[in-house]
């Protein structure tokens, strides 16, 4: 597949005067502050040393190293300094709201801390209790980590956005979109699919299960995809789900949920979990030899220790995420990002909370360049205004009419480039230490840092089986060869030949595939 880059000339345009990491004339005395709260979920890595708190401390010294925030309207006019104020949202190792909106009161109170804006809310229990604090003191209030769908309003919470992450509702989208739109059709059905309801009208369906915890979350999200009233609609034609369980939060003896997966024969095993049964899921998964690729969310399987904790068990576990491990979505700027807070956090990859309290404090610090004081009415109307945009870590940011992210493009390619998830695959990578893994993004698929969304040779052993046909032959051959000394980027890359993911189409490649060649399988594959 030829790659390409979807910012293309968007990203030219916003980097016009440096958008990214505010330029500023030459350094001058400052006269003032802007305070800032952060909350967030102490004793989690989202918090530190993974997530908000060394993000905030890094942008605010990005910020206030280029001489701070020139605001001419402000009284006094000059330049000011972000400084950071931190409150526990009291989300771990309970959830306890009432302290949440404590400690936001804390953050809002003049009296108190007095915060000119607030970022942060994790745990969406905790988020409702301090949405109306923040709007009984009338404090911006930026979520950074709260997905739930329908938490802003610009009706009754004026001054309430959502920076990151998209809302669930297109979390759930973006699952669909790669599942239905590109890994059922072009990789799954064609060695899985069979007639599973003996109509010729309906193409050879693929069978899937369906796994979630049982938390009120995901209710929704389960029931669109297990519900055969909804999920055709949403999965394609090709999906005829077999299996579909909730199981109980905190769970971690999960061997009949997965035996349940296999003795239904899914191939896919799309799995929704935010708490610690998502670990012995995929564990389980591999230790069971289950023949059902796992694809969904599962929030601990973010966690740069993951391939420790399972044992190199999640090997070919796909998740949704802000980002596979220093993928240069933005080049110049993605990767710099990674680099820079691994350096500072003492070797933790960002979680999606770092990159979203980072986005939004450099946020913060150009939109009140722009408006020139710290007025949250100009805030308001300056985020409100259609044409706003600015370039993020991971793509273009603008926020919809009801304060929340824009995120439109949760299929399997990105075309314009506004901000979304992305599946990333845990696959193995092998260097000159210990065999070790990292999360490759593989969808959207039409990018230059997209990855082959790899299938488990226990599923389907013939990996130099390039076009999923059931045999090795000329055409498996054919397409090698025209890809051959092609890499990532390159106009003739086809990623489905690099048979080691090593990134290039070379003598390895085209011997695995000489190897086999000849070799055919019956399809559809039984299952094991």
Not at 35 to 43: S, T, W
Not at 52 to 65: F, G, H, I, L, S
Not at 183 to 206: C, E, R, S, W
Not at 233 to 254: C, F, H, K, Q
């Amino acid at each position: 597949m030829k790659g390409k880059s979807s910012l293309g000339i968007l990203f030219a345009l916003l980097l016009v005067g440096s958008i990214f990491i505010m330029p500023l004339p030459t350094k001058a005395a400052v006269v003032g502050n802007i305070k800032v709260g952060i909350i967030g979920p102490y004793g989690l890595p989202h918090w530190s040393p993974a997530g908000m708190k060394e993000a905030a401390e890094m942008a605010r010294d990005e910020v206030n190293d280029a001489g701070g925030i020139y605001l001419p309207d402000a009284d006094p006019p000059g330049y000011y300094n972000i400084t950071l104020v931190f409150r526990d949202e009291y989300s771990y190792p309970d959830i306890l709201p009432s302290q949440a909106a404590i400690s936001m009161e804390e953050l809002c109170d003049p009296a108190e801390e007095g915060c000119d804006i607030v970022i942060g809310g994790f745990r969406t229990e905790c988020v409702m209790t301090m949405i109306p604090v923040a709007v009984t003191h009338g404090v911006p209030f930026l979520i950074n980590g709260a997905s739930t769908s329908g938490l802003t309003n610009p009706t009754t919470c004026p001054y309430l956005w959502r920076i990151n992450p998209i809302n669930s509702t297109m979390l759930f989208y973006t699952i669909a979109g790669g599942v239905g739109g590109y890994l059922l059709p072009q990789k799954l059905n064609p060695i899985f699919g069979a007639d599973l309801d003996n109509n010729p009208v309906t193409p050879n369906q693929t069978k899937v299960a369906v796994l979630s915890e049982d938390l009120a979350w995901t209710i929704e999200m389960h029931t669109m995809l297990s519900n055969p009233a909804y999920y055709p609609s949403i999965l394609g034609p090709y999906a005829n789900v077999t299996y579909e369980g909730r199981i109980p939060d905190g769970t971690t003896n999960v061997a009949s949920w997965i035996q349940g997966v296999i003795d239904s024969e899914a191939r896919l095993l799309i799995h929704v979990f935010s708490g610690v049964s998502g670990v012995p899921v995929i564990a389980t998964w591999k230790a069971m030899s289950c023949g059902a690729l796992p694809v969904g969310i599962n929030v601990l399987g973010q966690l740069q220790n993951h391939w420790v904790t399972t044992g190199g068990a999640c090997d070919y576990e796909c998740i949704l995420n802000f980002a596979g491990t220093r993928t240069p979505i933005i080049p110049g700027v993605t990767e710099v990002f990674w680099d820079n807070f691994v350096a500072k956090s003492g070797g933790y990859w960002p979680l999606y909370t770092a990159w979203g309290t980072y986005d939004g404090i450099h946020n913060v610090a150009e939109a009140l360049a722009a408006i020139g004081q710290m007025d949250k009415d100009l805030l308001k109307a300056y985020y409100e205004n259609p044409a706003y945009a600015r370039l993020g870590l991971n793509g273009i940011f603008k926020f919809t009419s009801d304060h929340d992210v824009l995120s439109p493009e949760y299929g399997p390619t990105w075309p314009v480039g506004l901000v979304r998830a992305f599946i990333c695959q845990w696959q193995v990578q092998f260097g000159s230490g210990p065999i070790d893994g990292r999360m490759e993004v593989v969808c959207p698929v039409d990018q230059v840092f997209s990855k082959k969304w790899a299938i488990p040779p226990w599923m389907y052993e013939l990996v130099e089986d390039i076009n999923y046909d059931g045999e090795v032959d000329m055409r498996d051959v054919g397409a090698a060869a025209r890809a051959f000394g092609t890499y990532p980027g390159h106009e003739r890359w086809e990623k489905e030949a690099d048979i080691n993911f090593d990134n290039n189409v070379d003598m390895r490649d085209i011997g695995a595939i000489a190897r086999k060649f000849g070799t055919k399988i019956s399809l559809p594959v039984p299952y094991p």
